[in-house]
């Protein structure tokens, strides 16, 4: 990869470190569709759905044969992310020390390279700037819960650690 032509080249996305490396876990049996992870997640980010901004979580309903279901998406701060893969400017990077995904948009070209590239379209463009989920990394580093985990009140959304067999990807 390199980054845009008046940066200085970006280096490849570091594997996480799986000591570190946590995800948001999705119980949808525990799931009933409230959107409280959805709201937390758009007051923690000062998103505003008044002017057509995204939560960085989306909770969507099914229905499958009279039965309905529920699903939840968010970034999965991928071990080889293809949105860091593809990135001109270099804008993601993963945390030393949380192992989350996160992006830099003062780098973001606005191309959308990233947001084609995420199998789980996690990556919304607000204004030609990529966004995407970071995990709540400043509360997961004060030791709190991303928001809409702290606001599951079913315990449909947990913070887990990933364990990665490291022998699988030598």
């Not at 309903?61 to 593809?86: K, L, M």
């Not at 973001?108 to 947001?115: F, L, M, N, R, S």
């Not at 991303?146 to 315990?155: E, F, G, I, K, N």
């Amino acid at each position: 990869r390199t980054g845009r032509p008046d940066r200085t080249p970006t280096a490849p996305i570091k594997a996480p470190d799986p000591a570190v490396m946590g995800s948001i876990l999705w119980k949808p049996e525990l799931c009933v569709g409230c959107q409280a992870c959805v709201v937390a997640c758009m007051e923690k980010n000062g998103r505003r759905p008044e002017q057509g901004e995204e939560s960085l979580c989306q909770v969507a309903r099914h229905e499958v044969g009279g039965r309905i279901f529920w699903s939840f998406d968010t970034c999965r701060h991928c071990q080889n992310p293809a949105c860091a893969d593809t990135c001109p400017g270099g804008c993601f990077q993963r945390d030393e020390e949380t192992g989350l995904v996160t992006c830099d948009t003062e780098n973001c070209v606005g191309c959308g390279a990233c947001k084609d590239a995420c199998p789980f379209g996690a990556i919304r463009l607000d204004g030609g700037t990529a966004r995407k989920c970071n995990g709540c990394i400043d509360r997961i580093r004060a030791g709190e819960k991303p928001a809409c985990v702290a606001a599951c009140a079913r315990t449909a959304l947990q913070m887990k650690p990933i364990t990665i067999d490291q022998e699988k990807y030598k």
